[in-house]
């Protein structure tokens, strides 16, 4: 159906006499020396349009975040359903998880709380999330972690920076009255006339689209998210004692440089490299077994490397052996 | 151009305060119109229409009398109304279904329109987002084509075409269930 031809027809020449008021502005702007205030005018104009659409864009964000909660919800549900018995390891996340799941709550919605190493309980959602094959136990702690700490996160990333706080206690309460209100984001136009039934139709289907496409974008980010959190569990769960001075005097006390924690690992890489860059010692498979005898004294470097945990350290070693 | 004309513009260049009041009074009606096709309500409109106005008396010193006065003001309104969209469009990222709903044209009575099937023509653009909005007027009423307006508005041209039919299906729904009579005037429904 070709409408343009109707709109053009009836509004190419229309008029519309605009209120008084707009003279007013414009015959004081004009007064006033127009080409700097129009800049600042239009600075103002649009945080005025800014603000009325704030209120309008605060609501949406509201609806937007109780939307990507349910989404989550759901998503954590049907994980949660998926798992069977099991995975003694994975229980002790899920305790430590819980502990911690309280310091990730005080903290204020704000991504930069997310994106710390408040690693414990980042690592938590990303076993979660990650390894569902795997089992947890589903006692009564589980459900909670997972929800509530996908729910923070997505409210987290959706919120950007703006959104409300979400206390702990409430968490669940909220998920529970957001339900409720999903029908205020399919149907946003109650309050005008009844819309046709096709209409209504396409419209949630324009609706569902949206939904999708959100939704893939929130498993990306997640994934992002998981990822990054696994690297940072890696990191902070090799947990290496590395000596930085070693008496090489035929004491038997510290003659060695023997690096505690080695033995829960394998293919610790060790190298040991003079001020000047030149590798003194190294190894492939550190067993604690180096004690040098004719090394002069002074400083060292040590570089340290567990390439499954993706660990890395590096450090100053002195060698006195006086 | 007839000479009054050319007096008029010659004396805005001047600043004439006077000439400057002539030349809104002339033309606010005309232009007001054009705003409130862009914008989603009659403050938006007003806005556009001012800042439209202070752009045009700024710069009608450089208007060399070469044709088309009109047409000239006109472009500068059209471009103030995609700078408003530009500037407006982070905001409505959320608002996509609908925008103010407080603002309805139809009761308005900051904005005096000569007839109302025009006033409710205008409406129902006021029921698509700012997006399809701004593309349909470009390309039906500004006709711009399909890479013209992709250009103006740094998109992909699939976007644009995406948004147009999508106003054109809103526009079409609402002018079938409302306006069977002007739908039946253009032949566009069967008796």
């Known amino acids: ?322 | 151009m007839n000479q009054d004309m050319q007096n008029l513009i010659e004396r805005c260049a001047k600043g004439e305060p006077c000439a400057q009041k002539a030349l809104f009074e002339k033309y606010k009606a005309r232009f007001y119109a054009v705003c409130l096709r862009y914008a989603s309500n009659s403050s938006e409109a007003q806005d556009i229409l001012t800042e439209g106005f202070l752009k045009i008396f700024n710069s009608i010193g450089n208007y060399r009398g070469d044709g088309d006065f009109e047409g000239w003001m006109y472009k500068i309104f059209v471009n103030q109304a995609l700078d408003n969209f530009h500037r407006t469009k982070h905001n409505n990222m959320f608002v996509e279904a609908q925008d103010d709903v407080h603002n309805n044209i139809l009761t308005d009575n900051n904005a005096a329109f000569s007839s109302e099937e025009q006033r409710r023509l205008v409406q129902y653009l006021h029921n698509l987002n700012a997006k399809e909005r701004t593309i349909f007027n470009m390309v039906v009423m500004e006709e711009y084509s399909i890479l013209e307006a992709a250009k103006e508005l740094q998109v992909n041209p699939s976007v644009v075409k995406t948004y147009y039919y999508r106003a054109r299906a809103k526009l079409q729904d609402l002018l079938l269930q409302n306006e069977k009579e002007l739908l039946k005037e253009y032949n566009l429904v069967k008796e």
């Open chain 1, 1 to 322: 159906m070709n409408i343009e031809e109707l709109y053009k027809d009836k509004l190419k020449n229309s008029e519309v006499a605009p209120p008084d008021v707009v003279w007013q502005q414009l015959s004081s702007r004009l007064e006033g020396g127009v080409s700097q205030s129009s800049v600042s005018e239009a600075a103002r104009r649009s945080s005025t349009s800014m603000a009325q659409g704030a209120t309008a864009m605060a609501t949406s964000k509201v609806v937007a975040v109780v939307a990507a909660a349910i989404v989550a919800a759901v998503v954590a549900t049907v994980a949660v359903i998926g798992w069977n018995n099991d995975n003694p390891a994975a229980a002790d996340t899920v305790v430590v998880a819980h502990h911690d799941e309280d310091d990730t709550t005080a903290a204020t919605a704000n991504i930069e709380s997310v994106m710390q190493p408040d690693v414990a309980s980042i690592a938590a959602t990303t076993i979660f999330n990650a390894e569902v094959a795997q089992a947890v136990e589903p006692d009564a702690i589980v459900p909670d972690v997972v929800a509530d700490n996908t729910v923070v996160d997505e409210a987290v990333y959706m919120a950007d920076n703006t959104a409300t706080s979400v206390s702990a206690d409430s968490r669940v309460a909220e998920t529970e009255a957001t339900v409720a209100d999903v029908s205020v984001f399919e149907n946003p136009k109650q309050e005008q006339e009844p819309i046709p039934e096709v209409l209504q139709q396409l419209r949630m289907e324009e609706d569902k689209t949206f939904g999708e496409i959100f939704e893939q974008v929130q498993k990306i980010e997640q994934e992002n998210v998981d990822s990054l959190a696994k690297y940072l569990q890696e990191m902070f769960t090799a947990e290496l004692s590395i000596p930085r001075i070693i008496t090489p005097n035929h004491d038997n006390i510290n003659d060695c440089w023997v690096i505690k924690g080695l033995e829960n690992y394998n293919n610790v890489y060790v190298a040991v490299f003079s001020v000047s860059g030149k590798i003194i010692f190294e190894s492939k498979n550190y067993d604690n077994t180096w004690c040098p005898t004719n090394l002069p004294d002074g400083s060292y470097y040590y570089n340290v490397v567990i390439r499954d945990k993706n660990y890395q350290k590096t450090g100053a070693l002195l060698i006195k052996s006086r």
